[in-house]
């Protein structure tokens, strides 16, 4: 994934929660696997992504779905339309607010 694929990256922080929203420009952008220590919600914004989750493909999520990711728990996306936002909604209760800003 080059960079200027990614129009913005936002992080807000409101009573114990922690939102980071990523706009990718280009469809077939791959966020790579990653794996975080606590729970977390990616809710689908704008566009269609695909989503894989433990080894296993969940299908393609569209605007206004919402995926549920364990701890522990290695996902990927990939983004199917031009445009898509995610945002990814982490309780500061599993994890620091500096840890949260690294990931």
């Known amino acids: 994934m080059m960079d200027s694929e990614i129009l913005t990256s936002s992080v807000a922080i409101h009573a114990g929660i922690f ?38 493909e969940l299908g393609s999520f569209h605007e206004g779905d919402h995926i549920n990711i364990r701890a522990n728990e290695p996902h ?16 500061t209760h599993f994890a620091s607010v500096d840890d949260l800003r690294e990931d």
């Open 19 to 56: 939102c980071k929203t990523w706009t990718i420009h280009g469809r077939g952008v791959e966020l790579p696997q990653h794996v975080h220590q606590w729970p977390h919600i990616t809710l689908v914004q704008r566009g269609s992504v695909l989503v894989t989750r433990g080894g296993t």
């Open 76 to 91: 990927t996306f990939y983004t199917l339309t031009d445009f898509t936002r995610l945002s990814c909604v982490h309780s």
